[in-house]
């Protein structure tokens, strides 16, 4: 074995045959230099006699051999795949990978990575995450993300719960640290500028002419917001995230609503908690949205081509292309899929990546973030999540099916929701509660998790805001408590 290794690596002396790689003599040179420029030796000649030389190795020839084997059989591999790919597969493959690439054992390579996209660590035009120099992971440990400046923050979005008096006070606060105190130009929706209780407060009047104003659907504030800061229960985290279809700002949300599960920091203290947010290394959240995608196919509908999509084009994306309509939105709780007004069933199909996994006969079927978990979904028994954990729920909603319980996938999947082909009717889709549409036969969604998440600023740190939200807003695992017994002496013990 010694002799074979070493005869593979090392040159052997000239005495020993089968040698192969003999460095040639002064003479030797001499003479094959003469002989091919006396024409004696061809080059063919000299091509043939070293293959033939090469070929007296029983190892080279061995390897020569099993080489040519392993070539023939990768190629006829290679043929068999290609021929029973279809089509369309065959022209993906060609226009996105290599030749090395054909030999998967999957016939379709994945577009998407299984644990999800990893999330943006930019938030608005001057917020991100504040790098950990100690991490040795590619991917931050969640509970070591915070929150730093890039430059001071100069603009702050206040987003106020609508038709509720008793926010009225609480708003003017706050408006007049930031703009007095602060120095901070504040914006808010022009219906709350406008408001009737404002407008005859005369001590406000100074501050509420400093305010920016902007109407949904119509102002892009995108680009210009620094922080957002909601004053009211969950339905105001949820607006704040529909506003930014793409990076979205740290948002610090104060418990002024009925709920307020998103909602961890008290009014009480906000002088110190937005202080504490402005100076930087505040823990966040990061809470994962879902990048929805609704493809309509127009030529189905008569009629139906200028009708207005229910306020989604403002916000989406439109794409017509071949009769079809593409709309975009990003959706941090749910996207629901429902039976609408119609007294039958809903009947849609449920795709994974491509695959039909499931038809889905009941009332309609839920699409949940980890967020939106403790949502609709929990409502309909799902389990609850918490929101660091990359997954998708699927919850059916009064499945008439005894063994269709809530299953989690991975963030990375892509879902597909179409109407099936024998439904009796329509089904309707909803995305946080809002845009509500309806959905025909020929329409698909599609859902998979996006590279924008909503950066939710902690109270204390993200495991115990969130038990703490467990307990004091859904009340889990409450009941009274069983007392312990009282030491009992066996009847043995005390006669003795």
Known sequence: MVYHFFNFFYPLPPRMENS????PSLPDRVAGQTAATSGQLSDSARSSRRRGHLDKSPRRRRKATGSRRRRAGDGQLLSEIERRRLPGQ????????????????????????????????HFGPKACILPNPTSVMHIQDPASQRLTWNKPPANVLVIRKIRDESLVEPFKELCRFLVEEKQMMVYVERRVADDATLSKDEAFGSIRNQLCTFREGFDDISECIDLIICLGGDGTLLYASSLFQGSVPPVMAFHLGSLGFLTPFKFESYKTEVAKVFEGNAAITLRSRLKVKVVKDMLQRTGQQQQEHNGLLPHGHANNEAGKVTLQLQVLNEVVVDRGPSSYLSNV?????????????????????????TAYAAAAGASMI???????????????????????????????????????????VSFDGRKRQEIQHGDCIKITTSCYPVPSICCHDLVYDWFESLAQCLHWNVRKRQERLADVSDSSDTEN
Not at 20 to 23: E, G, H, L, R
């Open 20 to 23: 192969v790689a003999d460095p």
């Open 90 to 121: 065959r022209e993906h493959l060609e226009a996105s990978g290599s030749a090395s690439d054909t030999a998967e054992s999957s016939p379709k390579r994945r577009a998407h990575f299984l644990h999800g996209p990893y999330p943006a660590t």
């Open 349 to 373: 199909d449920l795709y994974l990546d491509g695959r039909l996994i499931t038809s889905v006969q009941g009332d309609g079927v839920i699409v949940s973030t980890p967020t939106g978990s």
């Open 386 to 428: 918490h929101p660091n954990v990359p997954a998708i729920m699927v919850t059916p909603i009064c499945p008439h099916s005894l063994s269709f319980r809530p299953i989690v996938v991975p963030a990375g999947v892509e879902l597909m929701i179409t109407l099936s082909p024998d439904a009796r009717n329509t089904a309707w």
